[in-house]
């Protein structure tokens, strides 16, 4: 696994009416991944895009595309956002009847496959699929809302994450998402993230791209 520090911008901060011209903003500032939020209104409380957006979005993105559903039930819909395009699928392990049969189906049709913790779920939960997935996305915020304040007690559960992963040889990528910035990027890649979510502190900025680019400066200090 690469020590490089991958950014995925969230277009959930960006403006919906032009969501082409902040996908190009973000890549010509070096994205490595765009990220895709997909919420239902029942596993968190707020609706957002579902595989119209995410199709519309793989047409004119040069990047994989990184689509992470908050929704109940992905062991049915799944396969929606696979065949939208998307590049990486994250599902919750709290939100999946059977996450391992969601990993295959991900895998099986030749993608990424992750699995998303909430701030307040044990890490035990993903302890027997460390070694099926691609990614741990590790919330460090509630999710449903962005632009919320980092949970300072994240960065210990991504070091726990890191090491639960290097005791099993696994070393899965560990991506982080919530209250991401130039402060918080060091803390987080410190402790093991190598792939950071950040929405309004990019999309909220003046500058977009400017914004991206230093949270990557900050973040590329703390690789160890």
């Not at 007690?153 to 005791?167: G, P």
Request: glycine content about 8%.
């Amino acid at each position: 696994m690469s020590d490089r520090v991958l950014m995925a911008p969230s277009v959930l901060s960006a403006d919906f009416t032009r969501l082409r011209e902040a996908v190009e903003v973000a890549e010509k500032a070096g994205a490595d991944l765009i990220h895709v939020d997909v919420m239902d209104g029942h596993f968190v409380p707020n609706l957002t895009v579902g595989p119209p957006v995410i199709q519309a979005l793989k047409r004119v993105t040069h990047v994989p595309l990184d689509v992470h559903l908050m929704i109940d039930d992905a062991d049915s819909t799944v396969q929606w956002y696979l065949d939208a395009g998307a590049d990486i699928v994250t599902v919750h392990v709290e939100a999946c009847y059977h996450v391992h049969r969601v990993v295959q189906a991900i895998h099986a049709a030749g993608r990424a496959a992750g699995v998303a913790l909430n701030p307040g779920t044990p890490l035990s939960a993903v302890e027997a699929i460390l070694g099926d997935v691609d990614v741990v996305l590790v919330m460090s915020v509630d999710p449903g809302f962005g632009g919320q304040r980092f949970i300072p007690a994240s960065a210990e559960r991504i070091r726990a994450v890191r090491d639960m992963s290097n005791r099993q040889g696994h070393h899965v990528r560990i991506a982080v998402d919530g209250g991401i910035d130039v402060a918080t990027a060091p803390l987080v890649v410190a402790a093991g993230a190598r792939v950071l979510v950040a929405g309004s502190a990019v999309f909220g900025a003046q500058d977009p791209g400017a914004a991206l680019s230093e949270i990557r400066a900050a973040a590329t200090t703390s690789v160890v």
